[in-house]
């Protein structure tokens, strides 16, 4: 009983040690991006846009999909507008 008592308490001091082990990893994350917006903010928010592209492709193509459609359409209207206008 003793001895189950001990690897229940072994076990659960791992995992706190893990969980702060994770805390402190974020932390960690948490200042560098703060950081990389200081001292390069254009880097820092490029790469915050690529994750964020990144994560749309992969969570949802098909509102991707509409999206870039919609902006080419949009933009293929406008340059017949442009010509229409300039003419």
Do not use: N
């Not at 893990?18 to 790469?47: D, N, R, S, W, Y």
């Not at 991707?64 to 442009?82: D, F, H, P, Q, R």
Request: aromatic share 4%; glycine share 8%; net charge positive.
């Amino acid at each position: 009983m003793m001895r189950l008592l001990g690897l229940l308490l072994t076990a659960c001091v791992v995992v706190a040690a893990l969980q702060a082990a994770a805390a402190v990893l974020v932390l960690m994350v948490l200042v560098g991006i703060v950081f990389g917006l200081v001292t390069k903010p254009k880097e820092t928010l490029a790469f915050a846009a690529i994750l964020a592209f990144a994560s749309i492709v992969e969570k949802h193509p098909a509102t991707l999909l509409a999206i870039v459609g919609i902006t080419l359409t949009a933009c293929l209207i406008g340059k017949a507008i442009e010509r229409i206008g300039g003419q």
